[in-house]
């Protein structure tokens, strides 16, 4: 049996990292003796061409997307192409918008075969054990699909995987993780599935349950120990709540600490979840930042979308996080309901008050969601189904007292304010002027990004044509001569960008069969 997983493009804009999900699931499919292939389309270009490439060498018997809402559409014709190429093959989908839309998904994809709805690891392996027995998909828990008389069944929901210690490491080794090194990316890892709140704008707690289970903490700091060695700037841990469970947190800190593993890292947390304590021992063990999702900053807002937290708790967390010595990141999601221009005046000087790194999204009603589901008591108008739009930077929906226009006006604002800022630094740089440490590190960063971001997605390194075997050969130098002709950068900066990819080990330099050194991705 061979399982080809599909990682849809996401915009690198949104600082996607390696795609958790997917790595999970094939390690899990491979324990169980099933080869698996992942394309890995955001830091690999799609294209027919190699679609057809792909199921011409590795002949899957199911191609698998993942997708979230604001790709879905992306994912859907990716796959739509696999199924062209070869009708034969299985097609099925999962992720949070497929488990949340499985109906209309069927109803209006005929290329899609089966949903795979929640949690993937155990239905994707029932459904391959009676791929070609499609009697025995009644059997199957957690699908939805077509029977053969062609009507859409939706089989009962699975149980969450009681204990999650059963799941092997993700499959790291399946994705360049170079290319994700090299773009200043961070790679994430998971202690926990679970989420024990329902804010009405989120479907964590349906997709991986209310009750929070925990990964084994020998189990979790070796992961850690093993991402620490693998020269990304920074650990993500994204579990829906890292704090959920503070003594099992502190536990998890003092082996990071007793071990002597030095590696920053970063989590998502709660106002309502953390103490001086708490922040210590992860402050100890190498977190850097914690994320706190704030939403508005107006306390009515809050308890109408089930958030449970007060402004005075918020004040609180950021207080104690740089107690300790933890940059707090807040955010902020507006168009909430019960939105005014008022409550939007507040948010925003709530959050200039709070903390000094934020950031707004705006509110997307994604299948699954309370708010979308009872869009009316909430008093929202969903303005468009189109789900590239549902990136969260524009309004979707609104309430009766502020319109998506003037929604969209201030996050432009928001943004455009952070893009000036960028660009008056370049300007400063060029006059000569001197920049602050702070101010000179984003602008070698961002330069830093552009150069490899075009490398990645022009495949200047997959398409050099080979330095001829010469002694010496100068693999570097000439690696950058053919830069210097492909790109739009200065030579100086090009040179700076390779000795970065060299140094984290992004690239290397071998030699093929026809005898000519050639750059490769690690």
């Excluded at 002949?59 to 698998?64: L, Q, R, S, T, Y």
């Excluded at 090194?181 to 209310?210: D, E, H, Q």
Aim: overall charge neutral; glycine content about 6%; some cysteine.
């Amino acid at each position: 049996m061979k399982v080809l997983l599909i990682n849809p493009p996401y915009p690198f804009e949104e600082s996607p990292s390696p795609p958790f999900g997917l790595m999970a699931l094939a390690a899990y499919l491979e324990e169980k003796n099933i080869e698996v292939k992942i394309e890995d389309y955001i830091v690999n270009r799609f294209s027919e061409k190699r679609a057809y490439e792909v199921m011409s060498s590795f002949a899957p018997d199911v191609v698998g997307s993942t997708g979230v809402t604001m790709n879905i559409k992306k994912a859907l014709s990716i796959l739509q192409i696999y199924k062209q190429i070869n009708p034969g093959v299985c097609t099925v989908l999962g992720g949070p918008h497929a488990t949340f839309d499985a109906h209309n998904m069927l109803l209006h994809q005929p290329y899609i075969d089966v949903i795979v709805r929640g949690e993937g690891e155990l239905t994707f392996e029932q459904l391959l054990s009676h791929l070609y027995d499609k009697d025995k998909y009644s059997q199957i828990a957690g699908i939805s699909y077509r029977d053969n008389d062609n009507a859409i069944v939706h089989n009962p929901n699975r149980d969450f995987i009681p204990d999650i210690n059963i799941l092997p490491y993700p499959a790291r080794y399946l994705v360049q993780l170079s290319k994700y090194r090299a773009l200043g990316f961070p790679i994430n890892m998971m202690t926990s599935r679970g989420c024990p709140f329902n804010c009405i704008f989120c479907v964590g707690s349906k997709m991986v349950g209310r009750k929070v289970r925990y990964f084994e903490t020998n189990r979790v700091v070796d992961e850690f120990a093993m991402l620490a060695t693998m020269k990304f700037k920074q650990i993500n841990i994204v579990d829906d709540l890292f704090t959920s469970h503070k003594s099992r947190c502190i536990e998890v800190c003092k082996e990071i600490k007793r071990r002597g593993i030095n590696h920053p890292w970063t989590a998502f947390a709660r106002v309502d979840t953390v103490n001086v304590e708490l922040l210590e021992h992860m402050k100890e063990a190498g977190c850097t930042m914690l994320c706190f999702g704030i939403e508005s900053g107006n306390q009515e807002i809050l308890d109408k979308v089930k958030k449970k937290i007060t402004l005075e708790k918020c004040k609180q967390a950021v207080a104690m996080c740089r107690q300790v010595g933890i940059s707090p990141m807040t955010s902020y999601i507006l168009g909430l309901p019960g939105e005014t221009e008022e409550t939007i005046k507040k948010t925003l000087e709530f959050a200039k008050e709070l903390s000094d790194n934020y950031g707004f999204h705006v509110l997307a009603p994604f299948p699954g969601t309370e708010v979308r589901e009872m869009k009316d008591y909430y008093g929202i108008e969903i303005l468009s189904n189109d789900w590239d739009l549902y990136d969260a930077n524009r309004a979707v929906s609104v309430t009766p007292w502020v319109t998506a226009e003037r929604i969209n006006e201030i996050v432009d604002r928001f943004n455009g304010s952070i893009k000036a800022y960028i660009l008056s630094l370049g300007e400063k740089q060029k006059q000569g002027q001197k920049l602050s440490q702070n101010e000179h590190d984003l602008i070698s960063n961002i330069r830093s990004f552009e150069i490899t971001r075009d490398l990645i997605l022009d495949r200047l390194i997959e398409n050099h044509p080979g330095i001829a075997n010469g002694v010496p050969v100068d693999a570097k130098n000439e690696f950058i001569e053919y830069l210097s002709q492909k790109m739009k950068f200065p030579k100086d900066e090009i040179v700076r960008e390779v000795e970065r990819l060299i140094q984290l080990d992004c690239i290397n330099f071998v030699y093929k069969k026809d005898n000519k050194l050639y750059p490769i991705w690690k």
